[in-house]
């Protein structure tokens, strides 16, 4: 991969290279964030300095179907030393999947002064860069978010049905086989409740991780990911835009390139996704 500032991203400095995080392993300023699908890799081994945000635990609300509100934001943030002025660099596994679902989360409560650590794990190990299983403990901080603020980014399932009617455009970011309803899931991931098969109508179906090149996790070049979302798939950058998966984990990722790689104008993420809109009454669907 060449260098992020040459690739023509529409946003690139909301990425940074292995070697930038390397040189700040220990810079006050920057806090170093792993997020990972398995919650196993963490203990077993991570960059120095870094902490844990579990996406189940820290990010979801544990009755809720939702995410924390803000006094929760305010306590994780206060409780991994993260203060307003604090970059933000997110990592984690599957090419930095759950990395960039926790990066979304942020965006709720406009926490921007984020970044993203291109290839993740992935890339970090094969360059034989150091792992740790050190937990850090930093000095708490007195954080104050504003209140969770969904609109810009996220859409709910009304959101989708009026964008539904309005022909909008619709991304579902799963593997073709749960895209044309053979599968409800993946052999390896949870059902987790859908009961009928298929996608919204009208989504094009891009999975999640064509946006990644799988010999080091770090993300296509600008003009590659032009050719997949708007030359072979026909998406407008200009039109509003929905993404979603099962869950809206894979469609963050999605949302991520879709909004700072390609500059699209205005994507929200469907976290509600399939385990949602399958369980639905009444909602179209197709096959």
Request: charged share 25%; aromatic share 10%.
């Amino acid at each position: 991969m060449s260098d992020i500032a040459s690739r023509g991203y529409a946003n690139p400095d909301v990425l940074v290279s292995t070697e930038w995080v390397a040189a700040h392993l220990d810079d006050p300023a920057v806090r170093i964030i792993e997020s990972n699908e398995d919650q196993l890799l963490y203990p077993s081994g991570h960059l120095p300095g870094a902490v844990q945000v579990d996406w189940a635990v820290d990010l979801n609300d544990q009755l809720r179907r939702d995410y924390l509100r803000r006094d929760g934001f305010e306590a994780l943030m206060a409780r991994i030393g993260v203060t307003r002025e604090t970059v933000c660099v997110f990592y984690g596994d599957r090419n930095n999947w759950w990395a960039t679902y926790a990066y979304w989360v942020f965006q709720l409560f406009g926490h921007d002064n984020a970044r993203v650590m291109d290839g993740g794990r992935q890339k970090w190990e094969q360059e034989g860069r150091p792992l740790v299983r050190e937990v850090p403990s930093y000095a708490a901080t007195a954080y104050g978010a504003p209140e969770r603020d969904d609109a810009p980014v996220r859409a709910f399932r009304d959101d989708v049905l009026a964008h539904l009617e309005a022909g909008g455009q619709l991304v579902d970011v799963r593997s073709p086989q749960e895209y044309s309803g053979e599968r409800l899931h993946m052999p390896d991931f949870p059902n987790e409740g859908a009961l009928r098969g298929g996608h919204i109508p009208g989504a094009r179906n891009i999975p999640w991780a064509r946006a990644a090149d799988p010999a080091d996790g770090t993300f296509r070049d600008a003009a590659e990911l032009r050719d997949i979302y708007l030359n072979e798939q026909g998406l407008s950058p200009d039109a509003d835009t929905i993404a979603y998966c099962r869950i809206g984990e894979r469609s963050s990722h999605t949302w991520f390139v879709l909004t700072h790689l390609l500059g699209f104008a205005n994507v929200r993420n469907y976290d509600g996704s399939w385990t949602e809109w399958g369980n639905l009454v009444n909602v179209p669907i197709e096959k």
